[in-house]
């Protein structure tokens, strides 16, 4: 099991739809079995650590789109600030179609699309 940390001071439910897939399915109120009928058996594999040093990994909480689009780079800099202070990697999701181009070195970017002309 892997215990994930994410920014729960920067959630915004008016925002809920950018979450990364893993956040969005371990922050709500279903029962498990509810999660795994709607997110698939996947989500077993993780877990919520709600301090950042008890976390395996830190998950940038929205997509990286998310940020360039509502001109919060300042915010996703200080979630990376805070996992690297703490010694932990930082995963990114990116979904769309254009490449994500993350200017935090060291970072591990998953992108869902890749740009095809």
Known sequence: ??????????YNPKHRYHLNNIIK????????????????????????????????ICLLT???NYYIDQG????????IEAARANQKPVVIFSAGDSPANIPFPGTILFESAGYRS
């Open 1 to 10: 099991m892997i215990r994930v940390y994410s920014c729960s001071e920067h």
């Open 62 to 64: 929205y997509h990286w």
């Open 72 to 79: 919060l780079l300042s915010q996703a800099q200080q979630e």
């Open 25 to 56: 399915s371990l922050w709500n109120d279903r029962s498990l079995e509810e999660r795994v009928e709607v997110y698939g058996d996947w989500i077993r594999q993780y877990r919520y650590a709600s301090e950042i040093q008890s976390a395996d």
